[in-house]
C-alpha cells in the first residue's frame, strides 16, 4: 500500500502497551497521517527507554496518567488479564468525550473487566485487530501489519455511533477491513479461528520437546514445513495466551471438544484402514485453505506472504 496522508481522525492518540501491535499502529497511523500526536506508555522502563530509541511514539510517557492526558482515543493494548487493573489506573485522567478502545482477543471478559472504570461521557468500544505475528515487543512492529486484515469493532449496548464510526476510519486508514460483532460471537469465532489452533500447536510443541530428548534432536534438525508452522505459532508471547485461554475459556472448550471427536474418528479411520473416510475429509479441509487465499487473507507464496517490508517514520 502506498503511502497516503489523510486528515487526522484524532487530535491524540494514546497507546498503553507498546507491543507488537501498539508499535504497528504507531508506524500505521504516522504514515497515514491519522492522528496529531500519539503518546505511548509500557509498564517497563526498559520497554519504554527502547520505545524513545527507535522512535516509537512522538512521546513515551513514565506514567500511564500521563500518557492519557488529553487523549481523544486511548487503545489498551496489554494482555486480557490487566485490561481490568490498565482501567482503573487511566480512569481519572480520561479527557470527557474520549473513546477508550482495546486490542484484545477475548471481548466479553474484556467488556466485564474495563466498563466499570469508564467515568460517565466516555465511550467504550472494544475492538479486536485479527493481524500478529510471532514476534512481540516495541521493536517487532511495522505499518503494514493490518493491510487487508480485518479488524472487528464490539460496541458495547448503548455505544455511540459517532464514536463506533470514528473508530473504524481509523482502522481503516492503517489499511484493515473492519466489521462489526456482537462479544459471545466473537469469542466462540475466535476460539475456532485462533485460540484452539494455538493451543494445538503448543501441544504438538510440546511433545515434539519431549521426543527431542530420546532422539537426539531429530526432530529440530528434521523438521518439515508443518511441524516448523507449529512452532511459529507456539513462539507467541505466552502471557497474552495464558490470558486468553484463562478468559475465554468455555468457547476454548467447546471447540476443543469437538476437536478431540474428529480426532477420535480420524483414529479409527486410520486403525481400521478406512482410506474413503481419510480421502473426503483432506478434501473438505483442502478447501478451506483455498477459500482463505481467494478471500485474500493470505497468498499461496512459500513465505505465507509474511515478508512485508517494514516501515519507520523518519524523525
Sequence with gaps: MSEVVTQPVY???AL???????SSMFWAIKRAGL??????YARSAETRETARRIGLCDRVCDTALEAVEGADLVVLCVPVGAMGPVAAEIAPGL???ATVSDVGSVKRHVIEAVSPHIPEGVHFVPSHPLAGTEHSGPESGFAELFENRWSLLVPVEGTDPEAVARLRTLWEGMGANVDEMDADHH??????????PHLIAYTMVGVADDLRRVTDSEVI????AGFRDFTRIAASDPTMWRDVFLTNKDATLEILGRFTEELFALQRAI???????LHAYFTRTRAIRRGIIQAGQDTAAPDFGRGAKKYRASK
Excluded: F, W
Design 16 to 22: 498503553i502497551g507498546l507491543g507488537l501491535i501498539a
Design 35 to 40: 492522528a496529531g500526536e500519539v503518546t505511548g
Design 187 to 196: 469469542d466462540l469465532v475466535l476460539a475456532v479461528t485462533s485460540h484452539a
Design 221 to 224: 534438525k528434521y523438521s518439515a
Design 271 to 277: 486403525r481400521t484402514g478406512d482410506g474413503d473416510h
Design 11 to 13: 487530535n491524540r492518540i
Design 95 to 97: 479527557m470527557p468525550g
